[in-house]
């Protein structure tokens, strides 16, 4: 008689898949760092997804990072590797006792550094994998603070708004600290997201707007009081299925994003090309300087948007369309 399978939590299972959503800040980044609040969504066409496998008694955890070409057994990753950081969190909050023996391998189709939460859509869907598999229930609340952690080491001070957007996969209205919204979007609204093809150093651009703040708070806190206002009015506005006043929401935040330091010459132009083909407004979105920029659309115009987007040197144009 074949010896039982140790973990027989799972008799029938030896392959288990999970996926999480990138995302998308639609306004209030950088703002919500320092307390104001922020709306993100989920960005559903783009997707991380973890496969777990058994391995062999007593072959030990192992991940695979396939886009970055790594792999290996989970003890020879680096402590400060975020990835690895959330599987170690996650094996040890699943309290399994000796490590088990599962091969994660993580791929994801979010391009890295854009400023569409790859990092936190790669571990959520590697910590819900993980869980899946030792078929042990996992709250969305918790896969988000173990995301933190390794939110933590990609950007230095998180607000932690990606691994809240992206474990719940649903909008939220998020204010670092307290507790969590999420927020219905009764009137569906119609995204393109486009790629700058240049990265989005989050953690620099979060140092920066903090070495800019510390030399005039009063100025910079004016421009995230700004910010706020029309994050608040943005919701509103979304409750109201008022498209066109959201557009020029969108317009004003990037303008104040330019103020402290965290649009460029190419997020600019895109921004200009997008509106210029009739989006209703268009913002970058994330940490800037690189990554995405977002503009809103009516459903009629959505591919002349993509279209005016490529056309000014986008390396990729999304449509992306939202409701709750
Ligand atoms: O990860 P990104 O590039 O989408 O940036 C997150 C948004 C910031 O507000 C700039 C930082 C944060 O932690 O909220």
Redesign the pocket.
């Known amino acids: 008689m074949p010896a039982r399978h140790p973990s027989s939590r799972r008799p029938h299972l030896n392959r288990t898949s999970a996926s999480a959503p990138g995302k998308i800040?639609l306004l209030g980044?950088?703002a919500?760092?320092y307390g104001r609040p922020?709306i993100a969504v989920p960005f559903q066409a783009r997707r991380a997804t973890a496969v777990v496998t058994d391995r062999d008694p007593g072959a030990g955890p192992l991940l695979h990072a396939l886009d970055l070409g790594q792999e290996g057994l989970l003890e020879s990753w680096p402590e400060s590797d975020p990835l690895a950081l959330a599987m170690r969190l996650t094996l040890a909050e699943m309290g399994l006792g000796p490590a088990p023996d599962w091969r994660v391998e993580v791929s994801s189709q979010i391009p890295i550094a854009s400023?569409?939460?790859s990092g936190a859509a790669v571990a959520t869907a590697l910590v819900r994998s993980l869980f899946l598999h030792g078929r042990i229930e996992i709250s969305c609340e918790r896969i988000s603070s173990i995301v933190f952690r390794s939110e933590e080491i990609h950007?230095g001070?998180?607000?932690g708004?990606?691994n809240t957007v992206i474990a719940y996969e649903a909008p939220v209205w998020f204010i670092k600290g307290q507790p969590l919204e999420l927020f219905t979007i009764t009137h569906p609204l119609t995204f393109v997201v486009a790629d700058s093809g240049l990265p989005?150093p989050?953690r620099e651009?979060?140092a920066d707007v903090a070495r800019m703040r510390s030399e005039n708070v009063a100025k910079v806190d004016r421009i995230f009081e700004q910010i706020g206002q029309i994050v608040e009015r943005a919701r509103r506005t979304i409750e109201d299925g008022e498209q066109g006043n959201l557009g020029s929401l969108m317009d004003q935040n990037h303008r104040l994003l330019r103020e402290i330091g965290v649009s460029s010459p190419r997020l600019d132009e895109l921004v200009q090309a997008a509106t210029g083909a009739g989006a209703l407004g268009a913002k970058l979105?994330?940490?800037g300087r690189g990554?995405n920029i977002i503009a809103l659309t009516t459903e009629e115009e959505a591919q002349a948007v993509v279209t005016a987007l490529l056309a000014a040197g986008a390396r990729s144009a999304v449509v992306n369309r939202i409701s709750s």
């Open positions: 800040i980044e950088h919500v760092v922020a400023g569409l939460g950007h001070t998180p607000s708004i990606d989005s989050t651009t979060v979105s994330g940490g990554g």
